[in-house]
């Protein structure tokens, strides 16, 4: 009788094959699961896995409220079933196995997106108090959490490509929309400073602008703050570039300027080159094959090269590894250009990449598939960057500023 | 028979021998002699046949009696064996008669002809009967049984008792035994020693000459010998002459042994096999018929049967492509019906036979893949526009006309909506929107990357148009070319033609011409640009200069309606196309060139490759003639690929790649490459069809332009919509 009364979940376990595994976890105590192996059918996927561990902090403690988890063996994520996974990559399953599970890495909700008068074309979000963007109404806008735009930042005469936070009390906005650049910051302080700056243009070259701190004494603005006119009144410094740097044959799209030394740059040309900022000269080049729109370093030692370009893959080269130019990793869930990509500046594995598809996408190295794709966008999206480390901001063709908050990256 | 005779022949010798062996002791030198002559005979029983045997008789008896001839003679049309033993009796006969002579003989002649032979099986091989119990018929047709026969023990001492059992000879022929008398023995031992038969027989009797007469001592004829015979012929030794020297020079060849071919063939080979053919003019043996399967069979296995739904499908093929035999089932074999085609199949198989022309067919055995050209593969051609990615979307109407930045940074595009937009490539943005007013014919950007000037060929009007990009240095620049005095009329007659005026609403000048423009062509140093007007007739290409503002007619006569105009990229040449020829200008020297015939119905475009040499061009009939302009006035190679009409072609910059764009709604991209070594031909490799653009009005992509760095090709299509192709 007792056979008889078997449903058919249990046949179904009964059929699959058991796995003794054990779960641990870097994550805090409320997290942590006791460290005992327990058998589980080996056809779980990951959502049966992170249901597993759910019950198992409940049993522990009964106000746990369930939420998601991916779960990392051997070092990669598990993105199919248990049992294909073990035998993909040729794992045993008679030991014991050792799953690590961390916190299911996507935005839990969405902000609701700050409105702009035209297109946004770059945004900034390295300062955890406000982001600035820049558009191509020839401004830039410093925002608040919230959509409430605080600052508007007036002076160009051509659309804003690129913006850049330099210290964390002042902001800074290059704009290369007419081949020449206009180098403007402004701060909290209500002084402008002028800091060493580099910036690639259309004419092949990468222009490296030395402002003085001298001179910034002489132009201190003010800022007039008034209800519904918030403007910067900013001088227009014009400089001489120091140094020039020669070599790509086609328009510099993106430079990346991380330490003190080194300026990486990615061109139409379809290079990503380095280049000694003292020498002037370029240190390495790799060929990808296709014209590159951005580049971002960072990952692992913050010496991982991720760049993307005129076709939906977004590569990342691995500059120390000798002998070879090919990308140690291909993603490819994109359906258009990527027009930005951007690495977490604390995690060595995740980076967003934007697309003119309309997709924001969050990926992990440790799995080819993205972790979440961020489908807020109408249009295309110009650019994309983190907020404080658990949101990630974009802006696209619909004039819109997104940001999907509650990315937990430990 | 004759077998039979030798082995009767043997077993009288071996006889003899016996009797030899008895007689030893009487006479020493006979006995030798007869062994030599016994030894003698046999060999020549052995080698001879026994007719040639009687012969022999016949010759060492030549002078017996004629009588005994003809008995003899008698016995060989008989045609039996028992001669010998005949012989014997007559012997005996002779013996006993005495002097009796000839006479006796006659009579014993008939006698004998009345004792005819017990058996009658003929002359057949006795082996035959060797396991029958009976060795013959007799004349009346009864088997004669065979007689018991003696075992050997019995048989030896029966022979020892017996004194006469020598003189017995076994007769097989008639299974008995025969005892020869005495007086045989007598004639035997004679015959051996080579002697007469009989002893009465003188060999050596006086010659009688029975031709003797009187008058032999004369001949009978007595002219003498003529001289001829004694001579050797003079004409013999002339021929003879004549042969040697023939034979000398060579010219007569005897025929050498010939090889005997083997006899044997193959017995299963085909008929129409190459010897077959050989040897025969123009043998086609005839279409077997299909030897009949399993089908065919009466009771055929089930997977032969066809299904109901089979048969219902039979009924809608048509009535051709019907399966002729349709097999069914029938449980043994004379349930089954006759076949009622049975008639009708056999009259068309002979109508087959003898109606259908049977003809050798000459298939020459060419791998085909050999035949294709020998191309380089699509993947190592690359990089090359694969795939859209980016459109630019805005304008309301089909876009006619697009034009590319030297810089490759914007593009501008004209549309029939009456507006000329300008566009970011890289983000797809619009930067700005000039408003005409009227329907674009063609855009062109100006190929100075310092001077963002745009020309725009608008109705009658080609308009020089100022994009606003740049930095401000360049800009103060192009507005100070783009400024025309209050319209000077140096030559009224020229002022009908062309006058320079400036635009009111927009920044620029306005070029007003007589009649339609349909295109604008810069030339590269961005100074002078060249417009041509179809319905112009002899004023109908102009060549117009910026920095002065002056126009020139272009003193060429066209001899055909112009369609568009290139310059060359390095050199001071000018190609127009009219719809059927393409005419080359030298500028400076202000003559014709060259006249490139295309062969085509209506040139449609024309695109020059940058270096110069070589040209292709598009036609409303869908073909693409490459003209490589050091090889012939005649295409090169012809690319039929478009379904309809070409809209346009271009060539890439830098990359080695041409394309070619059509209004169904295509544009096919190619490999082109051209090479410095001046002995080889273009390559020419077909490389994508790119497809994305919807139909409208019957149009579909109105013009194509390549990037001028990147490997990636603009369209510009009747659905309003441009779109960029990327590698």
Known sequence: MDMNIETPEDQNEENSRRVQVRFKTKLKPPQKVPSNSIAIPSNLTRFGLSSVVNNLLQAVNPEWKSEPFDFLINGE?????????????????????????????????????????????????????????????????????????????????????????????????????????????????????????????????????????????????????????????????????????????????????????????????????????????????????????????????????????????????????????????????????????????????????????????????????????????????????????????????????????????? | MRERKKSSAVEVSSVKKKKEKKTKDNNEPREQKEKEESQSIMKQQKNTTSRSKKEKQRKTTEDYESLRESELSGDEVHGTDRDVDNADDHHEEDQTDGSEGHRGVEESDSSEDEVAPRNTIGDVPLEWYKDEKHIGYDISGKKITKKERQDKLASFLANVDDSKSWRKIYDEYNDEEVELTKEEIRLVQRLLKGKAPHTDFDQYADYVDWFKYDDALHPLSNAPEPKRRFIPSKWESKKVVQYVRAIRKGLIKFDEPKEEEPKFYLLWGDDSSAAEKAKHLAYIPAPKPKLPGHEESY????????????????????????????????????????????????????????????????????????????????????????????EYKGHKGAVVSISTEASGQWFASGSTDGTVRIWEVESGRCLRVLEIGEAIQYVAWNPLPELPVLAVSVGQDVLILNTGLGNEEEQRRVKDLLHVETPTAPDDNMASIVSWLQHDKLDGIRLRHFKMVSSVEWHRRGDYLSTVMPAGESRAIFMHQLSKKLSHRIPFKLHGLPVSS?????????????????????????????????????????????????????????????????????????????????????????????????????????????????????????????????????????????????????TAGADSVIRLYCH
């Open chain 2, 566 to 714: 290139v310059f060359h990229p390095t050199r001071s040449i000018f190609f127009v196309s009219t719809k059927k020829n393409i005419r080359v200008y030298d500028l400076l020297k202000q003559r014709l060139i060259k006249k490139l015939e295309t062969g085509l119905k209506e040139v449609s475009s024309i695109a020059i490759h940058p270096a110069g040499d070589n040209l292709i061009v598009g036609s409303r009939e869908g073909k693409l003639c490459w003209f490589d302009m050091d090889l012939s006035s005649k295409p090169y190679r012809v690319l039929k690929c478009h379904p309809k009409d070409i809209t346009n072609v271009a060539f890439h910059r830098s990359y080695p790649l041409f394309a070619s764009c059509s209004d169904d709604c295509t544009a096919y991209v190619f490999h082109g490459m051209v090479y410095s070594d001046l002995n080889q031909n273009p390559l020419i490799v077909p490389l994508e069809i790119l497809r994305g653009h919807t139909s409208s009005n019957g149009r579909g992509v109105m013009d194509c332009k390549f990037h001028p760095r990147q490997p990636w090709l603009f």
């Open chain 2, 299 to 390: 009771n055929p296995s089930l997977e032969y049967i066809p299904t109901q739904e089979e048969l219902n499908s039979y009924q809608l093929m048509y009535e051709e492509d019907r399966p002729k035999f349709i097999p069914r089932r029938f449980t043994s074999l004379r349930s089954v019906p006759a076949y009622e085609n049975a008639v009708k199949d056999s009259f068309e198989r002979c109508m087959d036979l003898y109606l259908c022309p049977r003809v050798r067919k000459k298939r020459v055995n060419i791998d085909p893949e050999t035949l294709k050209p020998k191309l380089p593969s699509r993947k190592d051609l690359k990089p090359y526009p694969v795939a859209c990615y980016l």
């Open chain 1, 77 to 410: 994520l598990v993105r199919m079933s248990l049992e294909q996974f073990l035998l993909a990559k040729g794992i045993s399953a008679e030991k014991v196995l050792e799953i690590e599970y961390i916190k299911a890495v996507a935005p839990q909700k969405e902000e609701e997106p700050s409105l702009h008068d035209d297109w946004v074309s770059a945004v900034d979000g390295s300062n955890p108090g406000f982001i600035l963007t820049g558009c191509y109404d020839n401004l830039g806008r410093v925002w608040k959490a919230g959509g409430v735009c605080t600052h508007i930042l007036e002076g160009h005469c051509g659309a804003v490509s690129s913006v850049n936070i330099i210290k964390s009390d002042v902001c800074f906005a290059a704009c290369a929309g007419l081949k020449y650049v206009t180098v403007a910051t402004a701060s909290k302080d209500q002084t402008l400073r002028l800091w060493k700056v580099c910036s690639g243009s259309w004419d092949c070259t990468i222009s490296l602008w030395r402002t003085n701190d001298s001179d910034a004494a002489g132009n201190q603005v003010s800022i007039k703050k008034r209800k519904g006119n918030n403007q910067v009144e900013e001088p227009q410094l014009e400089g001489e570039a120091i140094s020039t740097l020669v070599g790509h044959t086609q328009c510099v799209s993106s430079v990346v300027w991380p330490q003190q030394e080194t300026i990486y740059s990615a061109s139409w040309d379809h290079s990503v080159r380095t280049w000694d900022v003292e020498m002037g000269k370029d240190l390495s080049d790799i060929f990808c094959g296709k014209a590159l729109n951005c580049i971002d370093i960072g990952g692992e030692g913050s010496a991982l090269i991720a760049a993307g370009g005129s076709d939906p893959i977004l590569r990342i080269w691995d500059p120390r590894k000798p002998g070879t130019s090919a990308p140690v990793f291909q993603f490819s869930s994109h359906n258009s250009w990527i027009s930005a990509c951007k690495w977490h500046n604390k995690s060595w594995f995740h980076l967003i990449s934007a697309s003119y598809d309309g997709k924001v996408m969050l990926w992990d190295l440790r799995t080819a598939w993205p972790l979440s794709v961020i489908d807020s966008h109408k249009d295309k999206v110009l650019c994309a960057d983190w907020w404080r480390g658990d949101s990630v901001i974009s802006g696209g063709v619909d004039s819109k500023l997104c940001v999907s908050s509650g990315v937990s990256i430990q």
